[in-house]
């Protein structure tokens, strides 16, 4: 499975982003895609994840902010974020492959930079 992520740049707190990832390869074999970031420093987390039924799983950070979609037979997965924050600054990654909303499958993406100005 190839992943690749578009959407992320530079916006003021408050503001909005979407990023997309658009899914080629052995698509069949995905349930759960979901996004990942990774702060300098910092552990690459959990954002959100939506598996083929689009059941959901969102980090706490995440809630009532971001919301996860996710296009089955077009292989493309969004996430919409608003009111961002500084803090939200991170390297944004696609994922693919999991059989659980909570812990990454084997598929990255090279990840889009999202930069959240105060």
């Known amino acids: 499975v190839q992943l690749v992520e578009s959407g992320g740049g530079l916006v003021q707190s408050g503001g909005s982003l979407r990023l997309s990832c658009a899914a080629s390869?052995?698509?069949?074999?995905?349930?759960?895609m979901g996004w990942y970031r990774q702060a300098p420093g910092s552990q690459r987390e959990l954002v959100a994840a939506i598996s083929t039924d689009l059941r959901t799983n969102y980090a706490d950070s995440a809630k009532g902010r971001f919301t996860i979609t996710r296009h089955v037979t077009e292989k493309t997965m969004t996430l919409e974020m608003t009111n961002l924050k500084p803090e939200d600054t991170a390297r944004y990654y696609c994922?693919?492959?999991?059989?659980?909303?909570?812990?990454?499958?084997?598929?990255w993406g090279q990840g889009t930079q999202v930069t959240v100005s105060s």
């Open positions: 994922n693919a492959g999991s059989a659980a909303l909570m812990v990454p499958g084997p598929a």
């Open positions: 390869g052995k698509i069949s074999e995905i349930y759960v």
